[in-house]
């Protein structure tokens, strides 16, 4: 048990939920510079926090695109 709480406390993404990042990324970036940087449609096309959690949720590739972005911003 200790193992997993010193290895969550290295973890930047811990206690941070996707919709927390992603609003984090859109502040920082603005949507047209997000979706420059990742090429995903649902930043480029129609952009909204519901409907990209709602993609990011289901695609682990995007999800993990997304993740890293945030870790380099910290």
Not at 6 to 26: D, F, M, R, W, Y
Not at 50 to 55: D, G, N, R, T
């Amino acid at each position: 048990m200790k193992e997993i709480k010193a290895e969550q406390q290295n973890n930047p993404l811990h206690g941070k939920t996707l919709q927390c990042i992603l609003e984090s990324l859109v502040e920082k970036f603005g949507w047209e510079e997000l979706g420059t940087i990742i090429r995903i449609n649902c930043f480029n096309e129609n952009p909204g926090i519901a409907s990209s959690l709602k993609f990011l949720r289901k695609t682990e590739w995007a999800r993990k695109k997304v993740e890293q972005l945030y870790i380099k911003t910290l």
